[in-house]
């Protein structure tokens, strides 16, 4: 029968992952020789080599990188249990790991604040960033929750529509297609467009909604520099209505109509289909449901 300890398994997990004795002990705030003894013991415990050490150089045997996925296992269940516990006895507390979307970044900042009034003890980490690191975030369960556009389908997820997200050509207050009651998506592609990164979610679905090619070398990847640059007068921008409502109703930008704008999707809460969402996750998913219009 083999039999370990929570010590050796914890030091055993940091020194594969980190590749060093050294790192594993200071992340563990134990000494070097301690980590060192807790692997000892547990190679004679299982009886056999779980890591090769050449030089500084440290990498898990065959046996070993089938233990490390047990070790991951067994140390994400204690950590989930522990959280589920501190959180029975105080509901108020947790922490949240929460990755958003640029366009997304305003409405989730004012629903964190509402709930944080709600729950004074809770803590929470948030990521703004692009659709990339988004899918890289779930693909990888380093965020409790992602709100973003539309998702992927073929990961493993699960996703819920929860606010309509309508897309909008914006363009400088004095530019001349304003004067048009309508305009034509073929008149817009003479102009100079300016959008965000290869890979956005706006961009894709803007191309894929309207079949517009967009003809500029101009690709900024965030809607406050979108906006900037739209005001200074470089071209056609398109964003989300909810993240420039100050700037239309104070005329600092003016809506285009456009033929097949405003081009409507949807946010979603999505997250891992394979992790159980925290206490504290779980609620907050279903105040930002609750609190969408």
């Excluded at 706006?202 to 967009?214: C, D, H, L, S, W």
Aim: net charge positive.
């Amino acid at each position: 029968m083999i039999n370990y300890t929570l010590k050796q398994l914890y030091s055993f997990e940091a020194v594969v992952r980190l590749k060093s004795f050294t790192k594993a002990s200071k992340e563990l705030n134990i000494t070097q020789p301690a980590v060192y003894m807790q692997i000892q013991q547990l190679t004679q415990n299982i009886g056999t080599d779980l890591v090769n050490t050449k030089g500084k150089r440290i990498s898990p045997t065959h046996i070993g990188k089938q233990f490390y996925q047990t070790c991951l296992a067994v140390i994400k269940t204690l950590e989930q249990s522990k959280a589920d516990i501190e959180q029975t006895l105080n509901p108020d507390s947790g922490h949240l790991e929460i990755s958003v979307a640029t366009t997304t970044n305003s409405f989730v900042s004012r629903a964190l604040a509402q709930f944080k009034k709600q729950h004074p003890k809770m803590t929470f980490h948030l990521e703004v960033t692009n659709r990339q690191l988004l899918l890289e975030k779930l693909s990888h369960h380093n965020a409790d929750l992602v709100i973003m556009g539309e998702p992927p389908k073929d990961m493993s997820l699960i996703a819920q529509p929860f606010m309509e997200n309508p897309l909008i050509a914006i363009s400088h207050p004095n530019h001349p297609l304003l004067k048009n009651k309508r305009n034509s998506i073929k008149k817009l592609n003479k102009e100079t467009l300016i959008t965000r990164e290869q890979g956005s979610g706006t961009r894709i679905t803007i191309e894929r909604t309207t079949g517009m090619k967009f003809n500029s070398e101009i690709e900024i990847n965030s809607n406050e520099a979108i906006i900037e640059a739209v005001q200074a007068g470089l071209g056609i921008g398109f964003v989300s209505k909810h993240t420039v409502q100050l700037e239309l109703e104070n005329n600092i930008i003016k809506q285009l109509n456009v033929d097949k704008f405003p081009v409507t999707r949807h946010w979603f809460v999505v997250h891992s289909a394979k992790i159980q969402l925290t206490p504290i996750a779980q609620r907050f998913k279903d105040f930002i449901i609750t609190l969408a219009p």
